[in-house]
């Protein structure tokens, strides 16, 4: 076994470990709860993976986050396991073709997807008890928003732990990803 593959393992053995570590965070309800706000580590996670591993990885985090979530969750019927796999997927692919992997984009993919998710789950729950906009902006939005807060310094947090370095990557799918410094006329030490 080589040392990238080593590397690899461990990496995903921390993934995992932090999988759970966010999860029992999230299931205790005592734990960090502000006003009707809950932050939702899960989700966080799940767009912090799919930035730095990729759409398949962060598709794969993102179902078993999901599924998590929806072994504790009162109706159980696979909400979340679809909600967070299409998140991960979503922000993955993001990632890789159209912007770099940096902190505006995570707080941009934060919005964005945390925005959606609260919608949605906040659409899906007011059809088993009633739509009521009030319950939306009582705890649904200020789940959003309590987890946005949350979202740069984690990111910040998870780039230390794993070791990555912040670089840019031009995407690939775009003309501009395939030029270079010579052929732009730029000096390589001005970017």
């Known amino acids: ?38 932050p939702n580590p899960m989700l966080i996670l799940t767009i912090i993976i799919a930035m ?15 599924i998590l979530m929806d072994l504790v969750s009162v109706n159980g019927s696979g909400f979340h396991a679809i909600t967070y796999m299409l998140t991960g997927l979503a922000c993955g692919l ?50 959003a928003i309590y987890s946005l807060a949350i979202l740069i310094p984690a990111y910040l947090l998870f780039s230390k732990i794993f070791g990555f370095k912040i670089r840019y990557k031009p995407p690939s799918g775009l003309p501009w990803g395939k030029l270079s410094h010579k052929s732009v006329g730029v000096r390589k030490r001005d970017y």
């Open 94 to 143: 993001l990632v890789e073709i159209l912007v770099q992997n940096n902190i505006i984009s995570a707080f941009v993919l934060g919005i964005a997807t945390l925005g959606v998710n609260s919608v949605l789950e906040w659409l899906f729950k007011s059809l088993f008890s009633g739509l009521s906009i009030n319950l939306y902006f009582s705890v649904y939005f200020p789940s």
């Open 52 to 66: 730095y591993e990729g759409d398949k990885i962060g598709t794969g985090f993102g179902l078993a986050s999901g």
């Open 1 to 38: 076994m080589t040392t990238q593959h080593k590397h690899k393992y461990l990496r995903f053995i921390g993934y995992s470990l932090l999988l759970l570590v966010c999860f029992i965070v999230q299931t205790v309800p005592f734990m960090i709860k502000i006003g009707n706000a809950y």
